[in-house]
């Protein structure tokens, strides 16, 4: 049987981890059936007959034996003379089944049935791997790190499959080196085309938690259940963990003795500073928990807004607002409440904001980052501290406290 390439063809594909020996029954069929269609304008009247293990096919087309001169569709029916050429005693009306060899179909026909079969065979792959994929969104994968570009490495994993670690999906002391193995969560799986994209991160979220999973029994056997991860990746985060276990202590649990559980997670994520906390449904306690270490003097909460004031004593406002202001940025995420900090015994303050016919909005932007967004909040700070924490100049900062300051003396 002509069946020139298509041997090769079967063979390559019939060990194919993702297809089984049906699904490939069915490409075939359906690749033959499209090349039928081409070649005869239909193939309803066709069998084929396919042996995948041997690399072997049959196609039998069937036609209606009619009258000489009275065949009025060729690829249905066949003339009473020509079918008595392939069996002398056929007669009118009768079915004729004749195979038809693939060498009939054309070089260039069989060529493009080959480049068809493959190109099926591989959506078939790329639309099995996204499944798998699909379903490992939101969970830790590892892979090894193949290509090293300037805005995402190229991953492959043991099973050759291609996994993308963007740079903003990288924490930023991350540096790694071809043959590495990389840890991060499954992001997002799209089919790009027929090719599946899968991008990983090492900055969600979700990693962190994932994480806990991994590296605390109580938390992967849902003794301990984390409620809420945020994150400065690669600087700071804050876990709000919880148990329906008195007799557990969830903080302690996660931490371990002298940092033990946890030290494994900071490592894995650039020596990232994470506050474990205890969760409760006491608003004001929480965010209490939240701001810590800063120890708070009071809080009071409008819900309708969701802000929080909290008063502090002077010598733990710095404590509470953080380093860049990060552990503010991070409690009010963790609590979903907007915390404005107040010190304790200061009577006399005014919003940031009121300055903005002499303050351009970006300036008062740039402090509020860092977690000042009143008049004597900027002003018990030194300059050269407030140049290096903001993106502001020396000359800008001092012109702000000039600003300030006259309002005071006023």
């Not at 069915?26 to 042996?51: C, Y």
């Not at 690829?75 to 007669?91: G, R, V, Y």
């Not at 709000?240 to 931490?255: H, T």
Request: hydrophobic share 35%; glycine share 6%.
């Amino acid at each position: 049987m002509e069946n020139i390439a298509l041997i090769e063809s079967f063979s390559e594909f019939k060990d194919d981890k993702f297809i089984d020996r049906v699904t490939l029954m069915s490409i075939l069929e359906d690749v033959f059936r499209n090349a039928l269609k081409k070649k005869f304008g239909s193939d309803d009247n066709f069998d084929i007959i396919i042996n995948p293990d041997k690399g072997d096919l049959e196609i039998w087309r069937n036609r209606i034996v009619v009258g000489d001169g009275e065949v009025e569709d060729g690829n249905q029916e066949i003339s009473l003379t020509e079918a008595q050429k392939i069996e002398p005693d056929f007669e009118v009306g009768e079915d004729v089944s004749e195979e038809v060899k693939l060498i009939d179909l054309g070089r260039r026909s069989i060529l493009a049935l080959r480049q068809n079969l493959i190109s099926k065979i591989h959506e078939h792959d790329n639309t099995n791997i996204y499944k798998q994929f699909k379903e490992l969104e939101g969970e830790i994968y590892t892979a090894e790190v193949h290509h090293i570009r300037h805005r995402a490495i190229i991953m492959l994993d043991d099973e050759g499959n291609e996994i993308i670690l963007p740079k903003d999906r990288q924490i930023p002391s991350d540096f790694f080196r071809k043959g590495e193995n990389v840890r991060g969560v499954i992001e997002s799986v799209e089919l790009k085309g027929n090719k599946p994209s899968i991008i990983m991160s090492r900055t969600s979220p979700l990693f962190l938690e994932k994480l806990f999973e991994s590296e605390i029994p109580e938390v992967f056997d849902g003794l301990i259940t984390v409620k809420k991860v945020v994150r400065i990746p690669g600087e700071k985060a804050k876990v709000a963990v919880d148990s329906y276990d008195d007799r557990i202590d969830p903080v302690g649990a996660c931490v371990g003795m002298k940092g033990s559980r946890i030290h494994g997670i900071v490592r894995e994520l650039g020596n990232e500073n994470i506050d474990v906390i205890n969760y409760t449904n006491n608003l004001q306690l929480f965010i209490t928990r939240a701001l810590s270490p800063a120890k708070v003097t009071s809080i009071k909460i409008n819900e309708e807004t969701s802000r929080a004031e909290v008063m502090l004593r002077p010598e733990e406002v710095s404590k509470a607002i953080g380093r860049g202001g990060h552990n503010i940025r991070l409690a009010g995420q963790l609590t979903g409440y907007e915390i404005d900090v107040f010190r304790e015994g200061v009577e006399e303050d005014v919003e940031l904001a009121e300055f903005s016919d002499e303050i351009d909005s970006w300036i008062i932007e740039e402090f509020s980052k860092i977690g000042l967004d009143t008049a004597k909040s900027i002003l018990e700070q030194d300059i050269s501290d407030l140049v290096k924490r903001t993106d502001l100049e020396e000359e800008t900062v001092s012109e702000v406290i000039r600003i300030l300051k006259s309002e005071f003396e006023d």
